[in-house]
C-alpha cells in the first residue's frame, strides 16, 4: 500500500472509531497492520479494544506501540501498564516498569503502577518512587508513598517524608 493510501485508511479508522463503529475499525486496522506496523495503528487498536471490554488484548496492543519508535512512545507504554494493573498482570507492569525505568521513577502515574504491583507482590523496591509520589499533587500517590513505609521500621527520615507529603493538603489522610 502507498503512503499516501495508509493515511487515507488510518484516518478512516479514526472516523469509525469516532462514530463507535469498532467492528469496522478492526476491519481496517487489521488490513493496515499486514501491511504497515505503525505505533498509531496500535494505538487505535488498543482504544478499540477496550472500547470493546478486551483489556488484555488492549494492553497488548499499547504495548506494542510503546515498544515502537514514536513520539507518543511513553504514552502508549503508560497506558499499557495501566491496563496491565487493571488486569492484576504485575509482571507485565514490573517488565514494563523495568525497561523504562528512569522514565517510571520520575513520572508520578508509572511510578504509582510500579511502586502498587510492587506492594501487591510484597517484593522490595518501592521506596524507589516514594519521592516521586510524595511530591505529586494527586492525593492518593501520596497516600501510596506514605503506606510504602511500614510503620514500625520507619526512620526519622521516613516519618518526615509522610509529614512533607501530606502538608500540601490538610484534607489528606494516612
Request: net charge negative; aromatic share 4%.
Given at each position: 500500500m502507498k503512503p499516501l493510501k495508509i493515511q487515507r485508511q488510518y484516518v478512516a479508522a479514526q472516523n469509525h472509531f469516532d462514530k463507535k ?154
Open positions: 463503529e469498532y467492528h469496522d475499525v478492526l476491519g481496517i486496522l487489521n488490513k493496515l497492520l499486514d501491511v504497515h506496523k505503525d505505533p498509531r495503528h496500535y494505538a487505535l487498536l488498543g482504544a478499540t479494544l477496550l472500547k470493546l471490554k478486551m483489556k488484555t488484548e488492549a494492553a497488548q496492543a499499547f504495548q506494542i506501540a510503546g515498544e515502537m519508535e514514536s513520539p507518543h512512545k511513553l504514552k502508549y507504554t503508560r497506558e499499557a501498564m495501566r491496563l496491565h494493573f487493571s488486569n492484576n498482570d504485575d509482571i507485565n507492569v514490573l517488565r514494563l516498569g523495568a525497561r523504562n525505568l528512569k522514565e517510571a521513577i520520575a513520572d508520578p502515574d508509572m511510578a504509582v503502577l510500579m511502586s502498587g504491583a510492587l506492594m501487591r507482590q510484597e517484593l522490595d523496591g518501592a521506596e524507589a518512587f516514594r519521592n516521586t509520589l510524595a511530591k505529586s499533587d494527586e492525593p492518593t500517590h501520596r497516600q501510596l508513598a506514605a503506606g510504602s513505609i511500614r510503620l514500625q521500621d520507619r526512620s526519622d527520615e521516613e516519618h518526615q517524608s509522610i509529614l512533607e507529603s501530606f502538608e500540601k493538603d490538610a484534607e489528606d489522610r494516612i
